[in-house]
């Protein structure tokens, strides 16, 4: 049912979802165990984590946040410059950006 709604977090596991009186707050993490770094090279080795909050387009007049779990990986190319790298969900994230597609869409 959820995935009907918002089928462009399909790379996405929720979970959790708490709504609040004016947005719906949407608690996620990548389904991918491994994550690429920008040399190229596939890592699993997880350095660490923290959270980033993407805006979505609304949903029903309510405001939708995606709480995104992010993987920080061990780039195991040793010819690679970055040591660690974050991972980025296809179709969702970009580095350093606070919307989804769809609402950067929706915006411009």
């Known amino acids: 049912m959820l995935l009907e709604l918002f089928p462009h ?12 009186a004016d947005e719906v707050v949407l608690r996620t993490r990548a389904r991918a165990p ?10 699993v080795r997880v350095h660490g984590r923290y959270v980033r909050k993407l805006r979505d387009a609304t949903a029903s007049g309510l405001g939708v946040v995606i709480e995104l779990c992010i993987r920080r990986f061990r ?34």
């Open 34 to 43: 491994d994550a690429t770094c920008r040399c190229g090279q596939s890592s």
């Open 75 to 108: 780039c195991e190319n040793s010819a690679c410059t970055a040591v660690t790298f974050a991972e980025q969900v296809a179709g969702l994230t970009v580095p350093h950006s606070r919307y989804t597609p769809l609402l950067r869409g929706l915006l411009t």
């Open 9 to 20: 977090l399909s790379a996405l596991l929720v979970e959790e979802i708490e709504r609040g």
